[in-house]
């Protein structure tokens, strides 16, 4: 039987952003910003765009986007007042509309929803480095940032700068998307970001135990969504969002561990 070193590669790949994702994906639940991700996404959509039009990886395009909108969003909170949320609201539908404009529908739709087939070497090794940064970074800033996602008041009074905390998990959140986007598209990056952590809290009730099993569901849903869609040409992105949301329903008869 031959090997598709190919999709061994992809799936290697793939690992880490998963890995990646999983840590990520537990901070937002603990944080409750899950739907601020999913809104979120959407603001790569003009620099995958560029990427397309002008023969440079879409990825590179996608996390300047990214970094330019959360800094924006970040930026505004302080100065306006508003909620995280209804700025987010605002930059993402800008960023989309602008960025249906500038691409086809054909490309449109592999942004939306992914096509490993695109997905080149030096990206795939792009995508394994960008993934260690996050996943060192959410390491060794775990505990810092666990504390300012469950009580930000209690994180302050102990010297930790809460904007600052706030920025580095949005930053790395930025790195995270933009890495998986091109395996399950911009409208279903949320489904790395969402279900695994809410799946893993349904189910584990010790914080590390919460952690642990997020990052391996991460890992089931991207890899079992890869494969799923190779042998039934389908989008990556919605075989890994329905093996995420099949587990997540099975979770809801499981009794809650300790």
Do not use: C
């Not at 070193?5 to 799936?11: R, W």
């Not at 879409?58 to 007042?81: D, N, V």
């Amino acid at each position: 039987m031959a090997i598709n070193y190919n999709l061994i590669i992809i799936l290697v790949s793939a690992a880490f952003v998963a890995i990646a994702s999983g840590l990520v994906s537990s901070f937002l639940v603990l944080r409750r910003m899950t739907l601020v991700s999913d809104a979120l996404s959407h603001v790569a959509l003009p620099g995958i765009a560029l990427g397309i039009i002008f023969k440079f990886q879409p990825i590179i395009g996608g996390l300047l986007f990214l970094f330019i909108g959360i800094l924006i969003i970040w930026r505004l909170e302080f100065q306006t007042k508003l909620v995280a949320e209804s700025l987010t609201g605002v930059v993402f539908t800008t960023a989309l509309a602008i960025g249906s404009l500038m691409a086809s529908e054909t490309d449109l739709l592999e942004a939306f929803f992914g096509n490993i087939s695109n997905i080149t070497l030096s990206q795939m090794a792009v995508q394994a480095v960008l993934a260690l940064v996050v996943i060192f970074i959410a390491l060794k800033y775990l505990k810092r940032i666990v504390l300012f996602s469950i009580a930000p008041d209690l994180s302050y009074s102990v010297g930790l700068s809460n904007r600052k905390i706030e920025l580095m998990l949005l930053l790395i959140l930025a790195l995270t998307m933009s890495i998986g986007i091109s395996f399950v598209g911009v409208l279903l990056m949320s489904s790395l970001l969402i279900i695994p952590a809410v799946t893993a809290r349904q189910l584990v009730a010790s914080f590390k135990g919460f952690v642990a099993l997020s990052v391996i569901l991460a890992l089931v849903d991207l890899l079992g969504g890869i494969i799923l869609s190779v042998i039934f040409k389908i989008q990556p992105g919605v075989a890994t969002t329905l093996i995420g949301s099949a587990i997540f329903a099975l979770s809801l008869i499981v009794p809650k561990r300790a």
